[in-house]
């Protein structure tokens, strides 16, 4: 396949621009002049016949084909820098073990694993899905992903990524009423067991939204949100889940927001090690791909 791209410096030099919105910055990163990265943006915005960014103002900012392009780039040099460490480093990507609860493995992790396979063939990945994980006991796990407050005194732990709650049920259950019409006392209501905090995601929910008089208390109630989330989609009630743990469901049109109402959990998803562990080349690697999947996850073209 013939490829007519512009020249990689370019490139480059428009990257890092767009990455510390400063020319100067770009050329520190770079170890180049500020003019060098100015007249290699300029040259490229040149050949594409676009501009990329909007001068002045003491600013760089993207324009909106700055903005389609820098994504692509980011994704693509991140990509090239890790498959070189890998050929460079063979040894530096071994087995890596981790645990994960089984809905965030099911729905978030597995169909972005073909990605992380693509970028790093030779990983080895062992994925188990037990409810209590041994972090301290199991010299045999190399991370754990959690959920929860953050707070465990046998680890150190990485923020992920915040749960993020919607009521969500079968579109025939919603139906095309108006809001005014719409009546929570009529719906069974799906609850996730967390403890004895059974009913407290509805109660919150219910508050951001404003809506009072909803008996919360009955209903079904699920020891995984992934069953609760299948009740939903099978219309047997309406279920407040993590909007990231529905977002195939919603996309696909076999779960709809009850109401556009969305409010910030308690939880968190962590990426959690023992304290004082030494991080392996593999364990980082594995790290700098999760962040990456979260901050910016790939363009589809």
Known sequence: MSRT???LNSLKAFEAAAECASFTLAAQRLCVTQSAVSRQVKLLEEQLGVALFQRGSGQLRLTDAGRRLQPVLRQSFDRIAWTVRGLQEPDAVPHLRLNAPPTFANRWLIPRLGRLKSLHPDLE???TTRADDDLTGDE???AVIRFG???WSDAEVVHLMQESHIAVCA???RGSRRRDALDLNHQVLLHVLWGEDRFHTWDHWLSAAGIEGVKTSGGIAFDLLELAIHAAVNAVGVTI???HMVAR???RGELVSWLDVEVTGHRSYWLATRPHQVESANLKLFRQW?????EDPPVVL
């Open 290 to 294: 999760l962040a990456q999947e979260i």
């Open 125 to 127: 990945l062992t994925l």
């Open 171 to 173: 579109p025939k259950l």
């Open 149 to 151: 407050t953050g707070e």
């Open 249 to 251: 469901e919603l996309d």
């Open 241 to 243: 889940a993590d909007r």
């Open 5 to 7: 791209l512009p020249p």
């Open 140 to 142: 045999n796990l190399d």
